[in-house]
């Protein structure tokens, strides 16, 4: 249920980071401009408050790939919805790793808040009007934009942040597996205290959300449980994944491309037992990650 690059275009690549844009973000652009278009004395500002706050959510994002990188981890596409943005982030499978990736975002919003509070000192006046008016109503929004989506994001739900920096501290304790499977119950308990506000509120944007979160705290349950069987498997000894450094398990978890038979790839040396065929890369059960299949030694094979 994680937002696609389908029905996304490409908009800029920076340090290596694809970033797409959905279609759909001009509908809410306009309806959100043009509703709050006696906000202030000239429609450029309302444009101009739309466009900050898809540079906020830009830079939310931004901070969650960076993190990821700094730690070792992969980050390569970020896809910006209306209801928000989701940046793609494969840290190491480590919680201090996952942590700072998750982190980083909400940081990025706490500088900004903190930004925002000392230009306003400067431009806030009750008498201000005009132009300098505008600015101060245009900075009072970027601020409370940035804090609400700072508190939003820091609910103990998941897949928000909070809830998966929760996630990620009950690691250190709990292990990988039942500190998803935690995070996922606590976040459907959440998400029901949304439903209830959403309907409070009649509002449709947080009833969307909610089912968002809902779908993904299930989905989060179900990996739970998947993460739960992985770790009970034995493990290869003589291999490790050059991303993750965690042992394979010793599971038919790898599917033939060509006759669509699944096998354990380290016990056949990287070939289908049914068809012959061969596959020079495999992906890790872990983390995803696909590396050749020679860099999965732990000890490297005596030159001949």
């Known amino acids: 249920m994680t937002p696609t690059r389908q029905g996304s275009f490409h908009l800029f690549r920076f340090s290596g980071i694809d970033v797409f844009l959905h279609w759909s973000w001009f509908l809410v652009a306009l309806y959100q401009i043009t509703s709050r278009s006696a906000e202030y004395s ?10 900050a706050l898809f540079t906020i959510v830009l830079l939310h994002e931004f901070g969650h790939a960076l993190a990821c990188r700094q730690v070792g981890g992969q980050a390569s596409l970020i896809v910006l919805w209306p209801l928000g943005g989701v940046a793609y982030v494969n840290p190491p499978q480590r919680p201090g790793a996952t942590l700072w990736s998750i982190a980083a975002g909400p940081l990025v919003n706490v500088v900004l808040v903190v930004g925002l509070s000392l230009l306003l000192a400067f431009l806030r006046p009750p008498e201000a009007e005009g132009v300098r008016g505008d600015a101060a109503g245009f900075l009072r929004t970027l601020w409370i934009i940035n804090l609400a989506m700072l508190v939003f994001n820091l609910l103990p739900v998941y897949p928000l942040d909070g809830g998966q920096m929760l996630r990620s501290l009950l690691w250190f304790w709990l292990g990988r597996a039942r500190s998803l499977l935690v995070a996922s119950v606590t976040g459907l308990v959440g998400v029901t205290g949304l439903v209830a506000v959403a309907f409070w ?5 947080l009833g969307i959300m909610a089912v968002f979160l809902l779908l993904n705290c299930w989905r989060g349950l179900q990996q739970a449980r998947g993460l739960a069987r992985l770790d009970q498997l034995r493990r290869h000894e003589g291999f490790a994944c050059p ?26 040396g990287g070939a289908c037992p049914q068809c012959g065929a061969r596959f020079p890369t495999t992906a890790c059960p872990e983390c995803g990650v696909p590396s050749p299949w020679e860099k999965w030694l732990r000890t490297p094979p005596p030159l001949p």
Do not use: I, K
């Open 201 to 205: 509120s009649q509002s449709w944007w």
């Open 243 to 268: 991303s993750c450094n965690l042992a394979p398990p010793v599971a038919a978890l790898w599917m033939c491309g060509n006759c669509r038979v699944p096998f354990d790839t380290f016990a056949t």
């Open 42 to 51: 000239s429609p450029v500002w309302n444009v101009l408050e739309y466009l």
